[in-house]
């Protein structure tokens, strides 16, 4: 059985730090791409980044290119997610997922991924 467990969500002041962790279990972790998504109330969920199974490759919505970086460590089974320079509209819970596939390049799609954690509130205050 997949698990996923995001961590490190919080309160911050505008201009501040956060370092989303989520951690795997039930799947060959280093094979598959891994995505963080947000969600708002009463809005879609919306793709923030992505990295390929191997790290190599890493994805950003234009709304975080530049302030977030998301990478893996597959030794811990972890995919974290750096967010620097936060906005009043970073404001989500955020989700991390794994990949349908294995040794996937990593997607934007929401379609494209299975398992996904129970999320972690993040909230920048202004």
């Known amino acids: 059985q997949v698990q996923l467990v995001e961590s490190g969500g919080g309160l911050v002041q505008a201009g501040g730090s956060l370092r989303l962790s989520c951690a795997a279990s039930?799947?060959?972790?280093?094979?598959?791409?891994m995505g963080w998504f947000r969600q708002v109330p009463g809005k879609e969920r919306e793709f923030v980044a992505a990295i390929s199974w191997s790290g190599g490759d890493t994805y950003y919505a234009d709304s975080v290119k530049g302030r977030f970086s998301i990478s893996r460590d597959n030794a811990k089974n972890t995919v974290y997610l750096q967010m620097n320079t936060l906005k009043p509209e970073d404001t989500a819970v955020y989700y991390c997922?794994?990949?349908?596939?294995?040794?996937?390049?990593?997607?934007?799609?929401?379609?494209?991924?299975?398992?996904w954690g129970q999320g972690t509130q993040v909230t920048v205050s202004s």
């Open positions: 997922a794994t990949d349908r596939a294995d040794y996937g390049m990593g997607s934007r799609q929401l379609w494209s991924y299975d398992y």
């Open positions: 039930g799947r060959t972790f280093s094979t598959y791409a």
